[in-house]
T-cell receptor
Framework: AQSVTQLGSHVSVSEGALVLLRCNYS??????LFWYVQYPNQGLQLLLK??????LVKGINDFEAEFKKSETSFHLTKPSAHMSDAAEYFC??????????FGQGTELSVKP | DGGITQSPKYLFRKEGQNVTLSCEQN?????MYWYRQDPGQGLRLIYY???????QKGDIAEGYSVSREKKESFPLTVTSAQKNPTAFYLC??????????????FGPGTRLTVL
């Protein structure tokens, strides 16, 4: 069975600091991995996805994530946090039928 | 504009009543999904449909029903059998039904509150 674990339900950074949101997955087959962002009372928006083409994936708004098979990780990073990055972030792995299995989410706060 | 619409945005229901949440997409996507979101629990799959006139139960289907009579529409009914229906409901669609790397696109969600 596939699963996703996001370490840290809440992360707080200062504006301009590095953002690091952690995601570990479990999958018996080569995974397809996704990061989504959700602003309050809105739907989810895709930030980036890994589909085996390249281990370092670049997404929107300067976010990127690196797939590390040996560590079963797909951590999300951004070099410099902006106030507008404050939101909830979800890591997900694709399963049979295209279903997504989500982690529990990490809420990112950005302090001025 | 292409996209996914959900209506209503906010919905209030009395206990014992059935209620139907609408989801429409004009992306020409084959597959559609319903998720439930509760604080601290991520998103959990309720039902999904990979093609018209066919759908499958997800992880938490009890107390819910769906139909897929048209490619564009995938309504979700929350029945009185659902013990704890207060939640944020998200609909999504996906272009293909075979490649797991295809992106799911999400609607804006419906917040259901049972009074």
């Amino acid at each position: 069975a596939q699963s996703v674990t996001q370490l840290g339900s809440h992360v707080s950074v200062s504006e301009g600091a590095l953002v690091l949101l952690r995601c570990n997955y479990s999958s018996s087959v080569p995974p397809y991995l996704f990061w989504y962002v959700q602003y309050p009372n809105q739907g989810l928006q895709l930030l980036l996805k890994y589909t085996s083409a390249a281990t370092l994936v670049k997404g929107i708004n300067d976010f990127e994530a690196e797939f590390k098979k040996s560590e079963t990780s797909f951590h999300l990073t951004k070099p410099s946090a902006h106030m507008s990055d404050a939101a909830e972030y979800f890591c997900a792995v694709s399963s049979q039928g295209g279903k997504l299995i989500f982690g529990q989410g990490t809420e990112l706060s950005v302090k001025p | 504009d292409g996209g996914i619409t959900q209506s209503p945005k906010y919905l209030f229901r009395k206990e014992g009543q059935n209620v139907t949440l609408s989801c429409e997409q004009n992306l020409n996507h084959d597959a559609m999904y319903w998720y439930r979101q509760d604080p601290g629990q991520g998103l959990r799959l309720i039902y999904y449909s990979q093609i018209v006139n066919d759908f499958q139960k997800g992880d938490i289907a009890e107390g819910y029903s769906v139909s897929r009579e048209k490619k564009e529409s995938f309504p979700l009914t929350v029945t009185s059998a659902q013990k704890n229906p207060t939640a944020f409901y998200l609909c999504a669609s996906r272009t293909g039904n075979t490649h797991q790397g295809d992106t799911q696109y999400f609607g804006p969600g419906t917040r259901l509150t049972v009074l």
